[in-house]
């Protein structure tokens, strides 16, 4: 029988230095059915001609964007329209694959007709590709959960509403595997809107379409350095993308309104020790989007109403945080 074919994504932008790494550890996959295509989004770097290089020795279809898009997003929409595969994997043009990602990715989601989502656990490495951690580390440390210690098969959507609703389950993006249909149905233009945010509320949005895959194998590297996307996002522009993710996620799962309150009340408090002011943040919100802005502030006024305890907790905190600020 024919293998399924897996669309490979590599949205590029000023990683031309890693750019080789990336593209060969695709190419060394195990797995043999798979299209590959990288979309360059304008870099200024050196990055054309390390994947011109490596294009006219492979023979993968390479996109160059005349313009810089703005957002990483972009290229996941025309992926949506470009890829002819029974999967989708995108593959962050900094990271690196073990070479037999695809083979065993594939294979569990085969094993789980009804599966949408494999994802598995990663090393952290830095500008010389050497280890410096392990996703266990965020697991443990962000998450307080032994639960990845195991794998395990769930329900997308209680594991929306158990875990993703509180914030990203999937440490990176080069890490997962999602079926193509799925990865259609959720994707849409808002992401295009956010800079750090969008792969968590793709996430869980991917999750109300089937189930949920995770292994303990470590199958990718992700990198971490001073020019991710994620480094380059300013305080008030993370917050307010913090906030509207967690609002649609909330808005889309049909939970309570009194519970969303609650959801927020741990992000409401963070955000009292980060460096940017309120009035940065709001207009950082009306940035990303003024109607979802004001929908997210009238959800969370009704649901305080219902739920007046947490503006005593919020106060205690606020003084807490205004005497931490003052150190």
């Known amino acids: 029988m024919m293998q399924p074919k897996v669309t490979v994504v590599v949205p590029s932008y000023n990683h031309g230095r890693y750019i080789h790494e990336r593209i060969e550890s695709i190419i060394n996959q195990t797995y043999p059915n798979i299209e590959l ?31 810089n ?20 994997w995108v593959c962050e043009s900094d990271d690196v694959a073990e070479s037999c990602f695809l083979e065993k990715a594939v294979a569990h989601l085969i094993e789980e007709p009804d599966a949408v989502l ?4 990663s090393h952290i490495i830095n500008e010389l590709s ?7 580390d965020y697991f443990h440390d962000i998450w307080k959960e032994q639960r990845w210690d195991e794998d395990f098969v769930v329900d997308g959507r209680e594991e929306l509403l158990r875990f993703q ?25 808002f992401l295009k809107r956010l800079r ?29 350095h001073e020019v991710t996307s994620r480094a380059r996002v300013k305080s008030a522009r993370s917050q ?22 609650t959801l927020m009340a741990s992000d409401v408090i963070r955000f009292l020790y ?25 959800l969370l006024f009704i649901s305080t109403c219902k739920n007046t305890n947490i503006i005593y907790k919020f106060r205690e905190r606020y003084k807490h945080a205004k005497g931490f600020n003052n150190i």
């Open 37 to 67: 295509i990288v979309i360059d989004d304008c870099s200024d770097d050196n990055s054309h001609d390390e994947i011109s290089k490596l294009q006219a020795r492979y023979g993968f279809q390479y996109l160059l964007n005349e313009q």
């Open 69 to 88: 898009s703005g957002t990483p997003f972009a290229a996941w929409e025309r992926i949506c329209t470009l890829g002819t595969g029974d999967y989708i």
């Open 118 to 121: 494999f994802y598995s656990n």
């Open 130 to 136: 050497e280890i410096i951690g392990h996703t266990n």
């Open 165 to 189: 609703l509180r914030g990203q389950t999937v440490p990176n993006m080069s890490s997962a595997l999602i079926k193509t249909n799925a990865f259609k149905a959720a994707f849409t233009p």
């Open 196 to 224: 750090l945010t969008g792969d968590w509320l793709f996430i869980g949005d991917v999750m109300k379409h089937g189930r949920v895959i995770f292994s303990t194998d470590t199958l990718s590297r992700f990198r971490k």
């Open 240 to 261: 307010a993308e913090f906030i509207l993710t967690k609002y649609r996620m909330f808005s889309q799962a049909g939970q309570p309104i009194g519970q969303f309150a």
């Open 274 to 298: 980060e460096p940017a002011s309120w009035w940065e943040v709001t207009k950082a919100l009306i940035q990303v989007s003024w109607v979802d802005s004001i929908k997210f502030t009238g």
